[in-house]
Structure formats: C-alpha cells, structure tokens
C-alpha cells in the first residue's frame, strides 16, 4: 500500500515568488492535513480538507492557501514568499472522519532565498 | 489555549542506559494524547494514542504512560537505531487540527 506521496521533496524559491505543493494522499484517505515545520516553532497546523472542503485553517496568513481535488489529492500553494517561509512541508491523510490515525508524508523541504 | 511542552529538548544516552521522557499538556477536556516519532528528513510517524489517565501502551522498547497533566515516554535499554526527535500531541479545536509540542531529540551512543 503506497504512502502519503509529497512532490517535489526539494525546493528553492527566491522572494516574493510564489509556490505550489502537492500531496497525495494514502488510496482511500479523503482527510488531508497541511503542517508546517520549522526549527524555531515546531509543527504548526495549517489546514485540514475532506471531500473537497476546508473544515480548519490553522493561524498563518492569507497567502497560504490551499485546495483538494475530488481524488483527494491536494495542493497547497504560498503566494508572496519570504525568507521566514523557508520550511519543511508535511501532509497527513486518513480514512476516517473522526479520530486520529494520521499518516505523514516526507514533506517538502522549501527554501526562500 | 491548548499547550504541549516537551522535556528536555535533548537528550543524550549510552545504548541500554533506560531514561524517560517529558510531556505536560494544557487543554480544556482531554480527547486523547499522541506520540510519534520523526527521523531526519521524514515525516513523524505514529507510535501511540493515550485516551484516560492511568493508561499504559508499550511497543518494543516504548511504554506510554499517561496522568491528568502529563505523558511520559519510557524508553527501556534503548538502542542506537532508536535515535530520532519524539513527538507529544494533542487534538486542537476543530477536532481535525493536532497541536504538537516542539519534541524531544534523542540520540543513543553505542
């Protein structure tokens, strides 16, 4: 059973481009989850989708956006970047619509240069 | 707010030296606890949920534990392939959201 697949897995960006990260999640799983790593904060919540909705965003800024697809696959996409952006970029997926068996990706490592 | 602080932030131990690790919680009705463990370059991967005080979980050298405001992870005679950052969460508002502490890196000396 294939995992949570994240592309690409490396990324340099310069400022004020802008980005999009893909994710597809485990066959089955129709709940996506964004996080966003950094040294300093940890793994922070960016937003949560299931069929096609966002159901929660986390506390980041309006240029972080994201969308899934009716396959469930999903993208996130950071509009503007800057240097602080510069980190790793995990999704998760799961079956259910309650609980919490989360499957991480990867990630996608992003640097703003 | 919900809060999840992890202790130490490191921690270095020789191979078979036992220790444990720290994570005190903050949240307004406990709807389980998680722990996960995350290597370099990948994403954390799933070790344990803990639901009621007084539960224990354990795989391979891992046993969870937890209490009303606290988890701990017990790591028994461990090895250098258990090296990795732990992870402490919890379940945020809106159910779908985990909140994680900032982990715990754990290096094993052979």
């Known amino acids: 059973k294939a995992g949570v697949t994240q592309t690409p897995r490396y990324l340099i960006k310069t400022r004020g481009q802008q980005v999009t990260l893909s994710c597809s999640p485990i066959s089955g799983h129709r709940s996506v989850s964004w996080y966003q790593q950094t040294p300093g904060q940890g793994l922070q919540f960016l937003f949560e989708y299931f069929s096609e909705t966002q159901r929660n965003k986390g506390n980041f800024p309006g240029r972080f956006s994201g969308r899934q697809f009716s396959n469930s696959r999903s993208e996130m996409n950071v509009s503007t970047l800057e240097l602080g952006d510069s980190a790793l970029y995990l999704c998760?997926?799961?079956?259910?619509?309650?609980?919490?068996?989360?499957?991480f990706g990867s990630g996608t490592r992003l640097t703003v240069v | 707010e919900d809060q999840v602080t992890q202790s130490p932030e490191a921690l270095r131990l020789q191979e078979g030296e036992s220790s444990s690790l720290n994570c005190s919680y903050t949240v307004s009705g406990l709807r389980g606890l998680f722990w996960y463990r995350q290597d370099p370059g990948k994403g954390p991967e799933f070790l344990f949920t803990l639901y009621s005080a007084g539960e224990e979980k354990e795989k391979e050298r891992l046993k969870a534990t937890l209490t009303k405001k606290e988890s701990f992870l017990h790591i028994t005679a461990p090895k250098p392939e258990d090296s990795a950052t732990y992870l402490c969460?919890?379940?945020?508002?809106?159910?779908?959201?985990?909140?994680f502490g900032k982990g715990t890196r754990l290096h094993i000396l052979p």
């Open positions: 998760a997926s799961k079956a259910q619509t309650s609980g919490y068996g989360y499957t």
């Open positions: 969460a919890v379940p945020g508002e809106g159910d779908d959201k985990i909140i």
